[in-house]
DNA sequence: CGCTAACGTAGACATTGTCAATCATTGAGG
DNA sequence: CCTCAATGATTGACAATGTCTACGTTAGCG
């Protein structure tokens, strides 16, 4: 009879737990969380922006979800919703200069929040779990 | 800058999303989700019962949450709660014959259903992951 | 005995997960 | 051109989860 703390998925549970919590406290400073701090971030990287329905794919909500987060960064001038030119029912998230501006700022946070627990490991050991994690979320193709 | 695609507390957030989501549809079919099966499990491991306390710590949860997760399995008839012969203020709750069997049961779904997104690592692979998530999740001690 | 701490519980409240329904727009086929 | 099914964003509803505060009961200690 396995033990539920040899169960990957439990691990996997509470390891993210862990981690999102420490991360959140630290991105408290900035009055993020884990999940706007996402969005933001992939704000950032797109240059054009990127549409809320490639956002919530890559972060693996519900659509309805995008909209709240969107609203709020968009109400505190981190994001702009712009209608694409290509197609008129796409919004494309751009961040704004102030939105890069805490993205960095939050991105420093964001990384010491994480290693107070994945610090435990080397980094060729942090290298290795991403690598397997990235083989589990990776899409099926 | 780091993209968030590699940000292990990221991919591990994602992952434990996808595992558990991937679970609770195999567990449906005995009506349970993670949540109250990680319950009926540690009820099942302790022989005497476990005390709501070290259910809580164990799981990583608020004792209230602890509660309603009890309150909801021993409706069912899965668990029962008992006073502590030692402690009057501690209960314990332990599996009973039913929760036994259901246990069984889901722990085989469970299983195959942690699998539909694991199984895409070979079982070194898993053990790997399964030694770095526990040193992750592990107390400071 | 009198205090402080621990256990379980209740309640409040924000965040997150999941769905169904709607509106505007698009792209494809007739 | 003109439907029409599909898509992107949005809303609303509701369950599940995370987080905190407060309270009653009981233990353990000085």
Redesign the pocket.
């Known amino acids: 009879m396995p033990a539920l703390a040899d169960d990957i998925g439990f691990l996997l549970?509470r390891a993210s737990?862990l981690v999102?919590?420490a991360t959140?406290d630290s991105l408290a400073e900035v009055g993020l969380?884990?999940?706007?701090y996402s969005v933001l971030v992939l704000a950032c990287d797109e240059e054009g922006g990127i549409?809320?329905?490639?956002?919530?794919a890559t972060l693996?909500?519900?659509?309805?979800?995008?909209?709240?987060?969107?609203?709020e960064l968009a109400r505190r001038g981190l994001v702009e919703?712009t209608p694409?030119p290509?197609?008129?029912?796409?919004?494309?998230?751009a961040a704004t200069a102030r939105g890069r501006e805490l993205r960095d700022r939050a991105t420093e946070l964001a990384g010491s929040g994480g290693q107070q627990r994945l610090g435990r490991l080397t980094p060729a050991e942090q290298a290795t779990l991403r690598d397997l994690l990235t083989r589990v979320v990776d899409d099926p193709a």
Chains 1, 2 share one sequence.
């Open positions: 549970s737990g999102v919590r959140n969380r884990v999940r706007p549409s809320q329905r490639d956002l919530a693996g909500l519900d659509p309805s979800q995008v909209v709240a987060l969107v609203d919703r694409s290509a197609d008129r029912r796409t919004k494309l998230v």
